[in-house]
């Protein structure tokens, strides 16, 4: 079915988490939604935070109060709908005697358990540490408390999948190149990034969610000023052997006031990060520098018994995170939270922008965002999306699952099917269900992945090139070697990117769904975001 000037009354422009949430969302109330995203799904700073669902401990420091208790209601919420990409994890916070006081973190706790409701995650305590774990021998005191991990890139790419089962198109490697204002429409084109092909399509508003662009987005395509400006403040993080054999991650106090996280990660390795300096420039070349990288490190050798070298970094990433400039002297003061701008000139088509925001609360703002676009659409449904579970999230927890699939399928290596059920949950049968053996993944591209996986990305994940599937889709980036990347490399170029450039499309819309939870209220209640 061609595009051309096809009709919708939402194109989403920008597909990062905020961008498919808010896709999600809209669609899911009975609205026509077009998504693009001019690179891969979560190709910008939605694949690159710290990888936590939390309040933010440090944010209680610059009192935004506000922000964290809606972040702290956020994570329960989460939790429940994702359980395959999402989990409870518990913190340990060294007690270094010379930067906070105790008295202050015992109170910034107190305030962290009870500022929101909790029901699945356990409350702070007091705890000593011993020359048993991985700390240096001075550090004997601390605290732990609860939050939750996230597979940040997955949670975006499940939003879209969700938006698309209501109905939504979600064309990737689609940028939106030009829109023109009319009484009733925008008129916008979109250019296929792969085959240059360009079409037209009409929205009735604009969504821009474009993130690190927002802002630029109203000057190069929608000939208008920017009615805010963004701060860009770049975040690193590199990815280290495994230093610590508990499941429990590590928050960092440093000299500056600045926390870092060391997080457990894909098994074999910690996760740590992340740093905040001011970045200018294209937000798609954001690289760790020798400074951060110094500065993580040293951190890192400040409580660890075991001492890092930059020789030991398997990986690293930066990405550039949009946030709203309030003029803080410095980036680690700058709010998360996020805001909105309605631009409605007297009998012309709306838009909406979107500023700052953070994972944790992305649900909350798609919220906000679709309850502001209900206003122009009176007929759409009420907001659901507070228990509406991703794909592949049916299910109660991970060990039944893992132990149902390996009744199933008993002939699955272990370790791929730990990675599928913290993947793909559920959504495992789908690959799995026509496999009575190793033999029928087909080819092994590198660690865990085999062909039939590529196959499944690739036809319902909108994955196109080896980046997307190695290190957004499954992480075995961390294992693949120069000549892993080429033979995948090779493989997609002929199965896919061929396909792609005489086929405009990336995938097709399935039948639109019923929404499965979630009780309709007022379309425009309670929306509280401004």
Same mark, same amino acid.
């Given at each position: 079915?061609?595009?051309?000037?096809?009709?919708?009354?939402?194109?989403?422009?920008?597909?990062?988490?905020?961008?498919?949430?808010?896709?999600?969302?809209?669609?899911?109330?009975?609205?026509?939604?077009?998504? =693009?995203?001019?690179?891969?799904?979560?190709?910008?700073?939605?694949?690159?935070?710290?990888?936590?669902?939390?309040?933010?401990?440090?944010?209680?420091?610059?009192?935004?109060?506000?922000?964290?208790?809606?972040?702290?209601?956020?994570?329960?919420?989460?939790?429940?709908?994702?359980?395959?990409?999402?989990?409870?994890?518990?913190?340990?916070?060294?007690?270094?005697?010379?930067?906070?006081?105790?008295?202050?973190?015992?109170?910034?706790?107190?305030?962290?358990?009870?500022?929101?409701?909790?029901?699945?995650?356990?409350?702070?305590?007091?705890?000593?540490?011993?020359?048993?774990?991985?700390?240096?021998?001075?550090?004997?005191?601390?605290?732990?408390?609860?939050?939750?991990?996230?597979?940040?890139?997955?949670?975006?790419?499940?939003?879209?999948?969700?938006?698309?089962?209501?109905?939504?198109?979600?064309?990737?490697?689609?940028? =939106?190149?030009?829109?023109?204002?009319?009484?009733?429409?925008?008129?916008?084109?979109?250019?296929?990034?792969?085959?240059?092909?360009?079409?037209?399509?009409?929205?009735?508003?604009?969504?821009?969610?474009?993130?690190?662009?927002?802002?630029?987005?109203?000057?190069?395509?929608?000939?208008?000023?920017?009615?805010?400006?963004?701060?860009?403040?770049?975040?690193?993080?590199?990815?280290?052997?495994?230093?610590?054999?508990?499941?429990?991650?590590?928050?960092?106090?440093?000299?500056?006031?600045?926390?870092?996280?060391?997080?457990?990660?894909? +098994?074999?390795?910690?996760?740590?990060?992340?740093?905040?300096?001011?970045?200018?420039?294209?937000?798609?070349?954001?690289?760790?520098?020798?400074?951060?990288?110094?500065?993580?490190? +040293?951190?890192?050798?400040?409580?660890?018994?075991?001492?890092?070298?930059?020789?030991?970094?398997?990986?690293?990433?930066?990405?550039?995170?949009?946030?709203?400039?309030?003029?803080?002297?410095?980036?680690?003061?700058?709010?998360?939270?996020?805001?909105?701008?309605?631009?409605?000139?007297?009998?012309?088509?709306?838009?909406?922008?979107?500023?700052?925001?953070?994972?944790?609360?992305?649900?909350?703002?798609?919220?906000?965002?679709?309850?502001?676009?209900?206003?122009?659409?009176?007929?759409?449904?009420?907001?659901?999306?507070?228990?509406?579970?991703?794909?592949?999230?049916?299910?109660?927890?991970?060990?039944?699952?893992?132990?149902?699939?390996?009744?199933?399928?008993?002939?699955?290596?272990?370790?791929?099917?730990?990675?599928?059920?913290?993947?793909?949950?559920?959504?495992?049968?789908?690959?799995?269900?026509?496999?009575?053996?190793?033999?029928?993944?087909?080819?092994?591209?590198?660690?865990?992945?085999?062909?039939?996986?590529?196959?499944?990305?690739?036809?319902?994940?909108?994955?196109?090139?080896?980046?997307?599937?190695?290190?957004?889709?499954?992480?075995?980036?961390?294992?693949?070697?120069?000549?892993?990347?080429?033979?995948?490399?090779?493989?997609?170029?002929?199965?896919?990117?061929?396909?792609?450039?005489?086929?405009?499309?990336?995938?097709?819309?399935?039948?639109?769904?019923?929404?499965?939870?979630?009780?309709?209220?007022? =379309? =425009?209640?309670?929306?509280?975001?401004?």
């Amino acid at each position: 079915m061609t595009m051309q000037q096809e009709q919708y009354d939402v194109v989403v422009v920008g597909g990062g988490v905020n961008g498919t949430g808010i896709a999600m969302d809209a669609a899911g109330r009975g609205l026509k939604v077009l998504l =693009c995203e001019m690179n891969d799904l979560a190709s910008a700073t939605s694949s690159s935070s710290s990888k936590l669902i939390h309040g933010g401990l440090r944010y209680l420091e610059h009192y935004e109060f506000r922000l964290v208790q809606k972040a702290l209601a956020e994570r329960e919420s989460l939790l429940k709908n994702s359980p395959h990409i999402m989990w409870p994890m518990r913190f340990r916070l060294p007690h270094r005697p010379h930067l906070r006081p105790a008295w202050m973190i015992r109170t910034g706790l107190f305030l962290y358990d009870h500022l929101a409701k909790r029901e699945m995650l356990p409350g702070s305590k007091s705890i000593r540490f011993d020359e048993s774990g991985p700390l240096k021998p001075d550090i004997v005191k601390g605290f732990e408390y609860s939050d939750g991990w996230v597979d940040d890139a997955r949670l975006v790419v499940l939003t879209a999948r969700k938006a698309q089962q209501f109905g939504a198109k979600i064309l990737t490697r689609t940028k =939106c190149v030009n829109a023109e204002r009319g009484d009733k429409n925008w008129k916008i084109t979109l250019r296929d990034m792969v085959n240059g092909v360009e079409q037209t399509v009409l929205g009735k508003v604009i969504i821009n969610a474009s993130g690190p662009w927002v802002s630029k987005l109203f000057g190069e395509t929608l000939s208008m000023p920017a009615p805010k400006m963004i701060r860009m403040v770049k975040g690193s993080h590199i990815v280290v052997p495994r230093l610590n054999r508990e499941q429990e991650a590590y928050i960092l106090q440093n000299e500056d006031e600045r926390i870092v996280f060391v997080i457990p990660y894909e +098994d074999q390795f910690s996760l740590v990060g992340t740093t905040d300096v001011e970045y200018e420039g294209d937000p798609r070349k954001a690289k760790i520098s020798p400074e951060e990288t110094d500065y993580l490190l +040293d951190i890192v050798n400040a409580h660890f018994v075991r001492q890092l070298k930059p020789s030991d970094i398997v990986w690293s990433y930066s990405g550039v995170r949009p946030l709203m400039d309030g003029e803080e002297e410095n980036a680690q003061k700058a709010s998360r939270d996020y805001s909105f701008e309605v631009n409605q000139e007297k009998g012309k088509a709306p838009l909406i922008s979107v500023f700052g925001g953070k994972i944790t609360t992305y649900r909350k703002l798609a919220e906000a965002a679709t309850n502001k676009l209900c206003h122009f659409f009176p007929e759409a449904s009420g907001h659901w999306t507070k228990t509406a579970i991703l794909p592949g999230g049916d299910f109660d927890n991970q060990d039944n699952l893992a132990a149902a699939l390996k009744q199933d399928f008993p002939w699955l290596p272990e370790a791929v099917l730990s990675r599928y059920v913290r993947t793909y949950g559920t959504t495992s049968r789908d690959i799995l269900h026509d496999c009575t053996s190793v033999t029928d993944l087909g080819e092994l591209f590198a660690g865990t992945l085999y062909e039939k996986e590529v196959q499944h990305l690739v036809k319902n994940e909108w994955a196109m090139t080896s980046e997307d599937i190695l290190w957004r889709r499954t992480k075995q980036g961390l294992y693949a070697s120069a000549s892993n990347v080429e033979a995948l490399n090779a493989y997609l170029e002929k199965d896919i990117i061929e396909a792609r450039k005489s086929a405009p499309e990336a995938a097709e819309s399935p039948l639109p769904q019923t929404r499965d939870s979630g009780a309709a209220t007022d =379309c =425009c209640a309670g929306s509280g975001e401004a």
